[in-house]
């Protein structure tokens, strides 16, 4: 089993940052890849970004630019850096891995964007 913690949430106006965290922990190995997705209240789970093991990166189109993940394997880890937040960032978000066909959840941080 797989255990994800995320820590990084917050309140932040617009045009603010904030940096997300996320630490894996329990049966980790070949844990690939991590990523964070979001969820706004009456709206789908959206991926806003992953990372393979090998570096590669996907991004939502919408926080393309603004939004910048990294992650660390031999740590367990993986960041996501949010800059210039806009209202519509508003979501719960999650941290997320893949393991041998089994996808793991976080619980979520609260991200808010409001003046």
């Known amino acids: 089993q797989v255990h994800l913690v995320e820590s990084g949430g917050g309140l932040v106006q617009p045009g603010g940052s904030l940096r997300l965290s996320c630490a894996a922990s329990?049966?980790?190995?070949?844990?690939?890849?991590m990523g964070w997705y979001r969820q706004a209240p009456g709206q789908e789970r959206e991926l806003v970004a992953r990372?393979?093991?090998?570096?590669?990166?996907v991004y939502a189109d919408s926080v393309r630019g603004r939004f910048t993940i990294s992650g660390d394997y031999a740590k367990n880890a993986v960041w996501l850096q949010m800059n210039s937040l806009k209202p519509e960032d508003t979501a719960v978000y999650y941290c997320?891995?893949?393991?041998?066909?089994?996808?793991?959840w976080g619980r979520g941080t609260q991200v808010t964007v409001s003046s």
């Open positions: 329990g049966s980790i190995s070949s844990i690939n890849p």
């Open positions: 997320n891995t893949q393991q041998w066909g089994n996808s793991f």
């Open positions: 990372i393979t093991i090998s570096g590669g990166t």
